[in-house]
């Protein structure tokens, strides 16, 4: 079964009925991602599928809104990653790992926990023509690392641990969030706020399409 067949059925023994398709972002078309199809299935879910939805959080079958916008600001402000290493932490589909690679990085290591979540990356970065290294745990990449770019990480408070081990492990950190607001970290300071939405479009609030680019370094 090829790696794509693997992502759909994986896909469907959580949701059945759901499949994926092959989803061109509107403001960097170059970058394709096999998301979740539009017209999902939006009944509700019965128990059992709910349960299996929270043990297997489908994180890559979206493209979140702030890694669309963290995503377009490396490729706007290529000159954030151009000749530098490069680690993309909780890369889900891959999105800004790829913008990364686009953009000029000399190397982009994915890093995220979830093997389906790696398995897209994998998937996305050849449909976009990129190459990305991947990684299943952030203590075990050797070498220095130039630049962590992290989107959507933010959503638990508890994950606010990870913005020391990051300052601590690159040179500059870039992390796009709409769920933390105003986070207070010496390190950080806001430097950037856009407008975007999820692929598909989950049509969440307007909070949750407001993200906001910090740095530090």
């Known amino acids: 079964m090829s790696g794509d067949a693997i992502l759909e059925q994986s896909l469907r023994d959580i949701i059945p009925g759901a499949s994926l398709q092959e989803t061109a972002l509107p403001a960097a078309p170059a970058i394709r991602l096999l998301l979740l199809q539009g017209n999902y299935p939006r009944g509700e879910l019965d128990s059992e599928a709910v349960q ?21 600001f490396l490729l706007q402000q290529p000159h954030w990653v151009q000749g530098k290493r490069v680690l993309d932490f909780g890369s ?8 990364a690679a686009l953009a000029g990085a000399t190397e982009v290591i994915a890093c995220d926990i979830d093997p389906l979540a790696l398995a897209a990356t994998r998937s996305n970065a050849r449909r976009s023509g990129t190459n990305i290294t991947l ?5 075990a990449v050797d070498g220095h690392i130039d630049l962590i770019v992290v989107a959507d990480v933010l959503y638990d408070r508890a994950n606010l641990d990870w913005l020391a081990r990051f300052t601590a492990r690159a040179d500059k950190v870039l992390i796009a969030d709409s769920r ?38």
């Open 92 to 99: 889900g589909s891959g999105v800004v790992a790829i913008a």
């Open 135 to 139: 990684a299943d745990d952030f203590f």
């Open 52 to 72: 299996r939805v929270m043990d297997n959080p489908l994180y890559w079958v979206f493209c979140w809104a702030s890694g669309q916008v963290l995503a377009n």
């Open 180 to 217: 933390v607001k105003n986070f207070h970290h010496a390190e950080y300071r806001q430097i950037s706020r856009h407008a975007s939405c999820t692929l598909p479009d989950l049509d969440e609030s307007a909070e949750f399409r407001d993200v906001r680019i910090y740095l530090a370094g």
